[in-house]
């Protein structure tokens, strides 16, 4: 199974890479965290992603605030998918992240969830890899299901309780 490369502009990201990695430890996906910034690391952060395909990675998550140009650094070198977490910042409220994050040039495209969102972009990086591996696939719906049962129980209870 190719493995999640995870990698946040600060380790202040930290909180909402969490949430990354318990999805991704609950469906049994390989990943690796780093903290390389596209400003004050550039070149650490530029290797980690032309050689991430060669050394096993399917999808790279990216967490930064504020600037938040991590994802597209990692993506303009590497044709890998890369999934941006815009995390908030002490300024605009994770907007500005959300922006430098989700508008990026044509030919570099970064796939984005919402701000702080790391589960989704565990997520989204599972069904990238499941697209090729059924036993993922499988973990996937399953994980479905149990959302769904969840939630439905707690229709029921509130429904019981009014």
């Not at 070198?77 to 994770?94: A, E, R, S, Y």
């Not at 702080?116 to 479905?144: M, P, T, Y």
């Amino acid at each position: 199974m190719k493995k999640v490369g995870i990698v946040m502009g600060s380790d202040s990201d930290l909180p909402v890479i969490q949430k990354a990695v318990a999805v991704l430890r609950e469906l049994e996906i390989p990943f690796e965290t780093h903290v390389f910034s596209a400003h004050r690391s550039p070149e650490e952060a530029r290797a980690f992603s032309l050689n991430a395909r060669a050394d096993g990675f399917g999808v790279i998550i990216a967490a930064a605030g504020m600037a938040a140009h991590l994802a597209g650094a990692l993506a303009a070198n590497t044709t890998l998918p890369v999934i941006g977490i815009p995390c908030k910042g002490p300024v605009f409220d994770g907007l500005d992240a959300l922006l430098s994050t989700v508008q990026m040039p044509s030919g570099i495209p970064v796939a984005t969830v919402g701000v702080g969102n790391g589960a989704n972009a565990a997520l989204l990086a599972a069904e990238i890899i499941a697209v090729s591996d059924e036993a993922l696939a499988g973990r996937l719906q399953c994980k479905r299901e149990a959302d769904t049962a969840a939630v439905l129980a707690k229709d029921a209870s509130i429904t019981e309780r009014l």
